[in-house]
């Protein structure tokens, strides 16, 4: 693909509820990340995935949040029991090899009413 | 742990230099970047410098590095009004392999007539 994409762009849901949000990477990226970026702040690293596998998961606030990567390209950020403190954007960002140039996605907003 | 602190905002006048500057904690940085994230975008890598150098210059671009006081600048000249968006500094170090920049909270700059 042209970039990176992110599906949904949007996602309110209810306090309590399980959300999965999804990141397409740049076709033939290896590496893969995920961001939380809340109001006023920088993005701050949740998850890294090189290939299939979870490389680095030290980001992940607590057991709440989980991540896969199945066939090495499409992932998905996945959020049980939504707080109203998960509220931000995630951004998922790709790169041709571990430590290489990141190239970011666009965001999903989240918002936990 | 790692720290990145930058000031918030930055007005300037369209035409005139902007300067944003950032400072570091992790003495072992290797890479130093600086990233752009217009509204509703993903964040956008401008340009990088590599801890052993002090100077690089990329069009209106030119970024600094003072590593003995671990401050970096990014130069924006005659700055548009496209311009205007936030910008991030973020490092990198070279310790355990990591490859996740740690991002400050960025800088508002707003470029007016």
């Known amino acids: 693909g042209a970039g990176v994409s992110q599906t949904p762009s949007n996602k309110v849901t209810e306090k309590g509820k399980y959300v999965e949000l999804r990141c397409d990477p740049i076709?033939?990226?290896?590496?893969l990340y995920w961001y939380r970026q809340s109001l006023g702040q920088g993005p701050e690293f949740l998850i890294y995935?090189?290939?299939?596998?979870?490389?680095?998961d030290s980001g992940l606030p607590n057991d709440r949040f989980f991540a896969v990567r199945p066939e090495g390209s499409v992932s998905t950020l996945k959020i049980q029991r939504t707080e109203r403190g998960d509220s931000a954007v995630y951004l998922c960002?790709?790169?041709?090899?571990?430590?290489?140039?990141?190239?970011f996605g666009p965001g999903t907003r989240l918002t936990v009413l | 742990g790692e720290d990145v602190e930058q000031s918030l905002f930055l007005s300037v006048r369209e035409g005139d230099s902007s300067v944003i500057n950032c400072t570091y904690t992790d003495s072992s940085s290797t890479y130093l970047y600086w990233y752009k994230q217009e509204p509703g975008a993903g964040l956008q890598l401008l340009t990088y410098i590599f801890s052993n150098m002090d100077m690089k210059q990329d069009q209106r671009l030119t970024v600094l590095l003072n590593k003995k006081d671990k401050h970096l600048s990014l130069r924006i000249a005659d700055t548009q009004t496209g311009d205007s968006a936030i910008y991030f500094c973020a490092e990198r170090g070279s310790s355990g392999g990591s490859y996740i920049p740690t991002f400050g909270r960025g800088t508002s700059l707003i470029v007016h007539p």
């Open positions: 076709s033939g990226h290896t590496a």
């Open positions: 960002a790709s790169s041709a090899i571990a430590g290489g140039e990141q190239f």
């Open positions: 995935f090189q290939g299939t596998g979870a490389a680095d």
